[in-house]
């Protein structure tokens, strides 16, 4: 049986033969190279080389001497990698990207010009990179955090990027505070503790002295702070931004992508051991999915507000820490993103990709919201010290459109541009401004007047009715979950003062869960709401009531436990169906050595050993009979880890044969079906079929398919 890694390794081998035919990206590929066995090794000047494995010495008879300084191409590697580093970003340091197209079915003409939203007939190249935000590069994916959901359009008319995360709101209005909400998440300053995580005085401290804040954290302490993967995340552009037709008629927009797969989250306890375990697991998840052809999609919405009703709501459309409630402004779907490369290289793409919230195209611009005007003097600024000036000359961060302007030199400039004048007006006329009609950027002329001040708006200072909406709108399980992650965050906190104000914050939003956080953490146990809950929910803010999703096992990974002596028949129906599903079946065994099914011919060499991976790491779990098999396994305490471990993180589980009542003992079933009924059970998600026991081929996938809870 081929195994799933040599099958990605090929696909890596055909990723770095460049660009497939009629990929449109390929233009900004085009600084990218080979490595074959026909290219030579040379030094940067491009001399080759006859070694890479020796510095240039002065040798005696037994080879050995001193090293000469003189061996430039030594001096050259050392030098170079030296150098390697550049600054990590200052937040959103950790992220893996991915290629991809943005198809537009349904254009959006009557509310913008942009021809990337009304041009049915394109299709636009984008690149998307997904992130943590506190943690270093090196921290580990699936820590609880806000998650970065970044896309740069290569449009026609210029890049186009909308900066988004995975979390629809922000924990601040003004984004002049934003150096202090990052430093108080980041590590502490006197000994850089804890890495990539809010569970700390600092991070809750912030939260508590900023009202603003309460909608936010209440979504990162939800499901959301641990995504499943970066294909079940929604993705949000958070700020309002506006939208110009061609009438010049302007209204607000709001940016939404929602994932074909569903939302959906690990649950805290894997989040945990996964950070150990798999630092990279959301980075292989996607990179995974993209090698095996199960392409990641999102629909792409708009929110849309009328200038006429910007002041109808009980809530100012500008202010970042609340949402549009769907219910009052349905979003309405127009464009498809599809995620189907990999980078070739991730420091030159994934690492050097810039995006700016101040890069829109025409029909498309800002709004008087305070956290989008800052961020749009950030991001570009940002840059600078990241990748330095040119760092849109970089093929990742280059238009597919002509660039041309009086722009010049600085550091590490590339383009060369060909005449003798730099500057406009010139006598040739040459590089002219362009018309609206060619296509040129003209900013809504938005009537200005006022008082310099440094103010907010009325509704800017309501900062409790969407914390409650939100969790209003939670199942009891997202609930649940809450106040855990609140009692874990607020436990990690040493400072009395920080989680006794943080349990009377809670209050605010609800005197239940104040309670339940208080219990756990300790603080003084609060008796009552400081302000009513309005009781008002919304839909489509649970993921467990997330609309329009067909459940599916494509792309989920399931594991397939044996040992020698397995059941071949059961083994193959479930790994076939499993393939078939899209799914990725991975065997695990007692060892990585050649494992004898109980037929004594049929064998088969596992992915990966019981030790060496985890359940935290797969969807699902099946386990094939075989008596002599299902011996060991019993006697393995990994293997029944294996089996608890799922159960306890509400994982599918199917089992025939002689497994059925391994799967039983392993999770103490008989106790806990003795007062539960079948329903329950299934409910669980475990599947055994112990009495029968599949003869044939056929018969096992019938079975296997058969099993609810686990295809
Ligand atoms: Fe960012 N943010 N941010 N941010 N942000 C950066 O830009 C900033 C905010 C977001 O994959 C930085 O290139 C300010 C909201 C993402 O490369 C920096 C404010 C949202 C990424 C910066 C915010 C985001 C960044 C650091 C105002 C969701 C990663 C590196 C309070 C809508 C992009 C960089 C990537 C990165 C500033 C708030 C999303 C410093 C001033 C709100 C996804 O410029």
Redesign the pocket.
């Given at each position: 049986m081929a195994s799933i890694m040599s099958s990605t390794a090929q696909k890596v081998q055909h990723a770095v033969m460049g660009p497939r035919e009629g990929d449109k990206t390929a233009d900004f590929l085009k600084d990218t190279k080979e490595m074959t066995p026909n290219a030579r090794l040379t030094t940067d000047y491009g001399v080759k080389q006859t070694s890479a494995d020796d510095w240039l010495k002065v040798v005696s008879q037994d080879k050995t001497g001193p090293a000469l300084l003189e061996d430039p191409f030594a001096r050259e590697r050392i030098h170079r990698f030296d150098h390697e580093r550049i600054p990590e970003?200052?937040?959103?340091?950790r992220?893996s990207?991915a290629f991809g197209k943005f198809k537009l079915f349904e254009s959006a003409e009557d509310v913008t010009l942009a021809k990337v939203l009304t041009d049915t007939s394109r299709e636009t190249p984008v690149f998307v990179?997904?992130?943590t935000?506190l943690g270093s590069r090196g921290s580990a994916d699936t820590v609880r955090d806000?998650?970065?959901?970044?896309v740069k359009m290569y449009t026609e008319e210029g890049n186009w990027d909308i900066?988004?995360?995975d979390?629809p709101v922000?924990?601040?209005q003004?984004?002049?505070?934003?150096?202090d909400?990052?430093h108080a998440g980041k590590p502490e300053p006197h000994n850089e503790v804890p890495q990539a995580q809010t569970a700390h005085n600092n991070f809750w401290d912030f939260q508590f002295n900023h009202t603003e804040a309460t909608h936010m954290f209440m979504w990162a302490m939800s499901d959301r702070g641990i995504p499943r993967s970066y294909r079940m995340m929604q993705g949000?552009?958070?700020?309002t931004f506006t939208l110009i037709n061609a009438q010049g008629v302007r209204s607000f927009c709001k940016f939404h992508w929602t994932p074909e797969l569903g939302v959906h989250s690990l649950v805290w306890d894997e989040a945990l051991k996964l950070a150990g375990q798999d630092p990279d697991f959301h980075r292989k998840d996607l990179w995974e999915a993209i090698e095996n052809g199960v392409y990641p999609k999102w629909k792409f919405g708009i929110q849309v507000i009328s200038e006429a009703d910007e002041h109808k709501f009980d809530f100012d459309i500008l202010d970042?820490t609340k949402i549009w409630p769907e219910d009052l402004v349905p979003v309405r779907y127009i464009g498809e993103l599809e995620l189907n490369r990999n980078p070739d290289e991730f420091f030159p793409q994934?690492e050097q990709?810039?995006?700016?919230?101040s890069h829109v195209v025409p029909g498309i611009g800002f709004s008087n919201d305070p956290?989008?005007q800052?961020?749009n003097?950030?991001?570009?600024?940002?840059?600078l010290s990241?990748l330095g000036t040119n760092w849109q000359e970089l093929p990742i961060n280059r238009p597919v459109c002509p660039v041309m302007n009086f722009n010049r030199d600085g550091a590490m400039r590339h383009t060369i541009t060909r005449g003798t004048v730099n500057y406009w007006p010139n006598r040739f006329e040459a590089c002219p401004p362009a018309s609206h009609a060619e296509g040129g950027y003209v900013e809504f002329a938005e009537k200005v007047a006022g008082i310099k001040a440094r103010a907010r708006s009325v509704k800017f200072q309501e900062h409790y009715n969407q914390a409650q909406l939100f969790w209003n709108s939670m199942s009891q399980v997202e609930k649940n979950h809450m106040i855990n992650a609140l009692a874990f965050e607020l436990d990690h906190c040493e400072d009395p003062v920080v989680y006794g104000r943080m349990v009377t914050r809670l209050t605010d939003i609800d005197l239940g869960l104040a309670q339940s956080v208080s219990a756990m953490v300790g603080g003084e146990m609060p008796q009552k709401a400081t302000r009513p809950n309005h009781g008002r929910k919304a839909p489509a803010l649970s993921q467990t009531e997330f609309p329009g999703t067909k459940p599916t096992i494509a792309s989920r990974r399931i594991a397939i436990l044996i040992a020698d002596g397995y059941d071949a028949v059961a083994f193959s129906a479930a790994y076939a169906a499993i393939s078939a599903g899209l799914a990725i079946p991975l065997v695990i065994g007692t060892k990585r050595n050649k494992i004898v099914a109980a037929d004594g011919t049929t064998s088969v060499t596992p992915h990966h050993h019981l030790e060496g991976f985890r359940s935290t790491m797969v969807d699902a779990l099946f386990i094939p009979g075989g008596e002599q098999s299902i011996k060991t396994l019993s006697k393995n305490g990994r293997a029944l880890h294996w089996v608890r471990e799922a159960f306890g993180h509400l994982k599918a589980i199917g089992a025939t044969g002689e497994a059925a009542a391994f799967v039983q003992i392993a999770i103490a079933l008989p106790q806990i079906t003795a007062s539960v009924s079948g329903d329950v059970l299934e409910r669980y998600g475990v599947v055994t079929v112990g009495q029968v026991k599949p003869t044939s081929f056929s018969e096992a996938v019938t079975i296997a398919k058969g099993a609810k809870g686990f295809l």
């Open positions: 970003r200052v937040v959103h340091a992220g990207g990179r997904f992130s935000v806000v998650r970065g959901f970044a900066v988004g995360n979390i922000f924990f601040i003004d984004s002049i505070k934003f150096p909400v990052i949000f552009g958070v700020n970042a994934t990709v810039a995006f700016c919230t956290l989008l800052g961020r003097f950030s991001y570009f600024d940002t840059q990241r």
